[in-house]
């Protein structure tokens, strides 16, 4: 099976959960007509970058409640030369002693959530595993065996997202539903959500968590909307299962992405492989019927249920 043509797009900043990896196969569920990508939970925005790259929406919405994460997207658009000059000074000072630098840094991100710091320490941490105390402290270590990104290669990382998406993207730090609200009838939702299990223990991996039945209110309302959505939900590494899957009464497409082995088997040091969930809401599945040429050039089945990355 063909995908869409891979690429080389940037990532701003080094991100656990980002769908950087797999967005190729997500990118031909796209119709051919939208006017908004709109990310809701949009962390490293992977996906609005891969789309922006090959032409696939005219505007974009990224949004995370993350009030710092926003910031530092702010940065990234609007002042990218300066943000990086910051990432270029920090990462050289930190080099007589990384790990004490670090949680120098960290400490003063808790109190002030500067953006520029708020980068360095993404650079730093382990695997990109953003964690957060239970009273909202960012508090993950570093990985001490590296320096983090080199600032050359972050540079150009960053100055290659800004050309992509400055001027033609909104930015939010609000709760998802008031952005999917305003979804129209040619925009599309990209969703990618917290994994049941990862947003309500001691060490959060997200700064607000997103009960079940809350997120399934949610698109039994956008579908009475008729809004075109994709979500990135559930999944499967070993034998360990991640959430449960939305439910059928939904009426969405499921699709399933072998996406190779996780991040989290890699610390492990062990071979598991990842299947993630892709569901396509009812409205999306009818836009892609009625524009069928536009799915046949990226050689997409009719029925096709495993997609291999």
Known sequence: MKTVENINVPHPFPYQGSKRGIARYILPY??????????????????????????????????????????????????????????????LEQQPDRKAYFFKVRNEFNITHNPHQLLYLLARIVKGSIRYSSDGQFNQSADNRRSGMKPNTMRQNILDVSMLLSKKTTLAAVDFREVVKKAKENDLVYMDPPYQGTSFTRDHRYLNGLAYDEFVAALCYMNSLNISYIISYDGVTGEKTYGKSLPINLGLKHLQIHAGRSSQATLLGNNHETIESLYLSPSLVCRLEINKPFRKRYHIPEQQEFLFA
């Open 30 to 91: 796209f119709p051919p007509d939208v006017r908004y990508l709109i990310e809701p939970f949009c962390g490293s925005g992977a996906v609005s970058i891969a789309a922006a790259g090959h032409g696939l929406a005219k505007h974009f919405v990224l949004n995370d409640l993350n009030r710092p994460l926003m910031d530092l997207w702010s940065e990234i658009l609007e002042h990218p030369n300066i943000l990086c000059d910051e990432y270029e000074r920090q990462w």
